[in-house]
Nanobody, 124 residues
Framework: QVQLAESGGGLVRAGDSLRLSCAAS????????MSWFRQAAGNEREFVAG????????NSADFAKGRFTLLRDNAKNTVYLQMNSLKPEDTAVYYC?????????????????WGQGTQVTVSS
C-alpha cells in the first residue's frame, strides 16, 4: 500500500521561502511520477509541479516557473518542493500525489495516491 506524507508547511510572509517534503512508503516500480497539487479555499485542486522518478523529467504550472523547484531523492523515496518568493495567492493546502501513468500529467483525476496535505499560508 502506497502512503504519502507531506510536511514543511507553515505560516510565512510574502517573499519568504518554504520547502515541502513528500515522503513515500510502499512504492512499487509501477509508480512513475510524483507531483504536487494545491487547493485554496473555494477553489479546485490545481497542479503545481511533477517529476518522473526514473528520468527526473519535470513539468510545472506557469505560476510555479521561476519560483518553485522540484527535487527528488529516490534513495529516500522523497520529493521536495522548494518554494521561493512566496505570494499571498500561494496560500493553499498542498498535496503530494503519485501516479502510475506515463508523462507528468496535470489532471488530479489520473493520480492514484494522495497524501493528507500540508497548509501553506502566506501573509502580505
Amino acid at each position: 500500500q502506497v502512503q504519502l506524507a507531506e510536511s514543511g508547511g507553515g505560516l510565512v510572509r510574502a517573499g519568504d521561502s518554504l520547502r515541502l517534503s513528500c515522503a513515500a512508503s510502499g512504492l512499487s516500480r509501477s509508480i512513475y511520477v510524483m507531483s504536487w497539487f494545491r487547493q485554496a479555499a473555494g477553489n479546485e485542486r490545481e497542479f503545481v509541479a511533477g517529476i518522473r522518478r526514473s528520468s527526473g523529467q519535470t513539468n510545472s504550472a506557469d505560476f510555479a516557473k521561476g519560483r518553485f523547484t522540484l527535487l527528488r531523492d529516490n534513495a529516500k523515496n522523497t520529493v521536495y518542493l522548494q518554494m521561493n518568493s512566496l505570494k499571498p495567492e500561494d496560500t493553499a493546502v498542498y498535496y503530494c500525489a503519485a501516479s502510475k501513468i506515463f508523462g507528468v500529467p496535470t489532471l488530479p483525476e489520473v493520480y492514484d495516491y494522495w497524501g493528507q496535505g500540508t497548509q501553506v499560508t502566506v501573509s502580505s
